[in-house]
């Protein structure tokens, strides 16, 4: 299943056609790839690519063999290389080692110095990470999905100095919808909803692109059988706020200019996008206790709202556009 990616998920710059499985920036020259589940595109070209591949392949048959020969790799040499620290990582999170996982990760980000193709890495973090929550599930382990996410994706967006948290979590969203679609889940019943649910706020939120944002809500309401004249029956709460905001999405932005389309996902970056992290959070819990809408209503400049016009106050806030339609974007 591919993305579909409009502009630069990392800096808002035009993107060429696509080539060879991956967008290029024309901006800031970083590839984007169309299929977000490659674990090992890293890998692609490179003089050790059947070496590493072979040994990720381990993986299904022999996985401490997989370390053992990984491990020789990466102490052959003094200072072990980013596909080094990525392949072993790769590794790790087959044991069930997801600590030592992150770990390379983030020895593997301190050797990079070329970012041009840090969308391949984010995509075998990413297919890693679904890869570990399916295990810890399967195994009735405790693991925090959303802290360890955002660890990684905030040394991702340091190290690089670009926002990266909301693409972490749409890949992820990505990784597990193909998942799920081909029937790799059908032992898990649960975790596909399980995890929806839970990194739903943070797509919400980080999505910098709301027409991508908009995408996943689509394909959710689907997956999660929403019908709006029987979701409260349905007890589906949670996917008629996502159906709400869509809607005030497309609605109020039918008219937009590309330009503006690209003022709000540059303005949008992982630090000011906190904000926005609280209002979904309290919206999604107003679903159940509407008492919370006037607190948002109010800190939205809204008085006695109901859940469509919180949405509404929410989805101008993040779109930048004032209730009397002045583009806000443009002053930000
Ligand atoms: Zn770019």
Same mark, same amino acid.
């Given at each position: 299943m ?7 998920p ?21 590839r ?18 059947a ?5 990720i ?16 790799v ?21 044991l ?35 890869d ?42 990505r990784d ?9 889940? =059908? ?15 943070k ?13 996943a809500?689509?394909?959710m ?5 929403y019908n ?21 999405y ?42 919370i ?29 004032? =209730? ?9």
């Amino acid at each position: 299943m591919a993305f579909t990616i409009r502009l630069c998920p990392f800096c808002g710059g035009a993107i060429t056609s696509e080539e060879s499985g991956y967008y290029l920036c024309e901006e800031c020259g970083k590839r984007s790839y169309r299929s977000r589940i490659y674990s090992k595109v890293f890998l692609q070209g490179k003089p050790y690519e059947a070496q590493y591949s072979s040994i990720i392949d381990l993986l299904d048959v022999n996985p401490d063999k997989a370390l053992a020969q990984i491990n020789e790799v990466v102490e052959s040499v003094e200072e072990p290389d980013t596909d080094m620290l990525y392949t072993r990582a790769t590794v790790y999170t087959a044991l069930g080692e997801e600590g030592k996982a992150l770990i390379d990760w983030k020895k593997g980000l301190e050797a990079m110095s070329d970012f041009r193709n840090i969308d391949a890495y984010i995509l075998s973090v990413c297919r890693n990470i679904m890869d570990t929550i399916i295990l810890k599930e399967r195994e009735f382990l405790d693991f925090s999905p959303l802290e360890y996410i955002d660890n990684i994706a905030t040394e991702f967006s340091l190290k690089t100095e670009v926002p990266c948290r909301g693409l972490f979590y749409l890949t992820l969203y990505r990784d597990f919808r193909t998942a799920y679609q081909s029937g790799k889940l =059908d032992k898990d019943e649960d975790v596909y909803d399980t995890t929806i649910v839970r990194i739903l706020p943070k797509i919400l939120a980080y999505g910098r692109d709301y027409r991508m944002v908009i995408d996943a809500i689509d394909e959710m309401l689907e997956d999660f059988h929403y019908n709006p004249d029987t979701y409260i029956d349905d007890d589906n709460l949670v996917m008629h706020l996502c159906y709400l905001l869509k809607g005030q999405y497309e609605a109020l932005s039918e008219n937009f200019s590309d330009e503006h389309i690209i003022r709000i996902f540059r303005h949008w970056n992982d630090e000011n996008m906190f904000e926005l992290e609280y209002y979904v959070d309290e919206l999604l819990k107003s679903v159940r206790d509407p008492s919370i809408l006037q607190k948002i209503g109010g800190l939205l400049g809204r008085e006695n709202v109901n859940l469509a016009e919180a949405v509404e106050a929410y989805a101008r806030k993040f779109l930048m556009i004032a =209730d009397d339609g002045t583009d806000l974007s443009k002053e930000a």
